[in-house]
């Protein structure tokens, strides 16, 4: 990675042309969300020709606004940190939760285990921010190629040696390239194609959400604070401030409790925040400013994120649960570990999965992590007090998972007191 970031570069690299509607590159990514963004940047500093294909024109709607600390080390390398800085995105620097009585957990503040200004992440407008990302690649001398959308990752001998894509007025492109990232978020294109995507075991939920004007906001350093709202049935509310006064609120919980009485998600929200009471009391003087979205099955996974001349990033590889903000940090990070691995592979001319494939690895674990949490949060026998006043000594260790800082790190002990209080949660 150091050697990426140095921006060195490989005697041998292919540089990317068109040929009519054909093409050459080194790494052919597959979507413009901030994970295709990062990796292409990263690769393309290093010396490799990265083009990348986007079926939308930016700036477009994308969910997913409120980023976690650990974000910071990536964005940093990225470029991105004084964008940000100068943006008029609200800062975060804590998270609370408040249950369905409206009794809340004093706010973990970030700064609890991290120094200095990494301790605060920001709340962001997707369209904004994944557009500041792909300009960055552009900045960086990435080729990026607008509504043109993938179709195809074309395969020799199980091995990935292009893309067929096709532009918005229907013309047909051939891309062949040494490694095809796959960043096409919950499309999941490699994963549909070769047939690896499959539910995880015990996370089953649906969200639903919306966005209000003149929500209530907290005074001070909580102003950007994410609010968890709980309810009563193991589901709950993000409250997540945004520029321009705007809030985004939405609901997660398993389909069979939110779809029980109508399919359509607008009645379906509307029903959630009125029974909510103490996000009602945020929204009471608020007007909704935006439809009612939803997805109706979240969790997802492959069984493989790496083949031969192939690997898959961010939401493309996995997507488990919104309930810790994970999801941008995991985007950045599997963009960067992955951008690793393509480097020397393509340094040692050997795109096998075996040399691909390193980059899960400490992925996997930290993953692993996160996803005991979501487990325990989900569990009837579970809430953060009675966990903290079980277990004091793992407060620092839980705000390191919220944080995201679970990548390289030994955190046998917590995961060990998780499993006591929730041994259902022990994968
Ligand atoms: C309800 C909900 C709430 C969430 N809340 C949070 C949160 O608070 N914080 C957080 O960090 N994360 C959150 N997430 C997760 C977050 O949205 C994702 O993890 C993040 O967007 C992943 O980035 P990505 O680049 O992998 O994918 P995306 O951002 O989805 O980008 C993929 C891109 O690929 C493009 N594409 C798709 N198919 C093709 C194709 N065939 N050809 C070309 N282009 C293609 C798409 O147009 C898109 O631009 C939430 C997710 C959900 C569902």
């Not at 285990?113 to 920001?122: L, M, P």
């Not at 709202?229 to 609901?251: C, E, H, K, T």
């Amino acid at each position: 990675m150091t050697a990426l970031l140095a921006g060195q570069g490989l005697e041998d690299r292919v540089v990317a042309s068109s040929v009519g509607s054909d093409c050459y590159c080194d790494v052919c990514v597959i979507g413009g969300g901030p994970a295709g963004s990062a990796l292409a940047t990263f690769l393309q500093r290093a010396g490799h020709r990265c083009l990348v294909l986007e079926r939308s024109r930016f700036p477009r709607y994308h969910i997913g606004e409120s980023l976690i600390p650990h974000t910071y080390g990536p964005l940093d390398r990225l470029g991105l940190l004084a964008k940000l800085r100068g943006s008029h995105f609200p800062e975060k620097h804590s998270v609370r939760f408040v249950s369905p009585e409206g009794t809340e957990t004093d706010p973990f503040y970030f700064s609890e285990t991290i120094a200095g200004e990494a301790s605060r992440t920001w709340q962001v407008e997707r369209s904004e921010f994944d557009q500041i990302c792909l300009d960055n690649a552009r900045e960086n001398g990435v080729d990026v190629w607008v509504g043109v959308g993938a179709e195809e990752v074309l395969l020799d001998n199980g091995r990935a040696v292009g893309v067929l894509a096709r532009s918005e007025d229907g013309e047909r492109h051939k891309i062949r390239a040494r490694v095809v990232a796959d960043a096409s978020g919950f499309a999941t294109l490699i994963g549909s194609q070769l047939d690896l995507k499959e539910h995880v075991p015990g996370l089953h939920k649906a969200a639903v959400w919306s966005y209000y004007r003149g929500g209530k906001r907290l005074s001070g350093i909580d102003a950007g604070e994410t609010t968890v709202f709980m309810l009563a049935q193991r589901g709950w509310f993000w409250y997540i401030p945004l520029p321009n006064d705007i809030v985004s609120v939405g609901v997660v919980a398993s389909p069979d409790y939110l779809f029980d009485e109508s399919e359509d998600f607008e009645p379906v929200f509307l029903r959630e925040v009125e029974r909510c009471r103490p996000l009602g009391e945020r929204l009471r003087q608020a007007e909704r400013t935006a439809p009612v979205r939803g997805v109706r099955r979240l969790a997802y996974r492959n069984r493989q994120i790496a083949g031969d001349g192939w690997v898959m990033v961010g939401d493309a590889a996995a997507f488990l649960d919104p309930i810790y903000s994970s999801g941008l940090f995991l985007a950045l990070t599997s963009a960067e570990l992955a951008a690793g691995s393509i480097h020397v592979a393509l340094q040692a001319g050997d795109v096998s999965a075996a040399r691909l494939g390193t980059f899960p690895v400490p992925l996997t674990k930290g993953v692993g992590v996160i996803r005991q949490l979501i487990g325990a949060f989900y569990d009837s026998n579970f809430s953060f007090r009675a966990f903290l006043t079980r277990y004091p000594e793992q407060r620092g260790a839980l705000i390191n998972c919220l944080v995201g800082d679970v990548i390289d790190k030994d955190m046998s002990g917590f995961q060990a007191a998780l499993a006591e209080m929730t041994p259902a949660t022990a994968f």
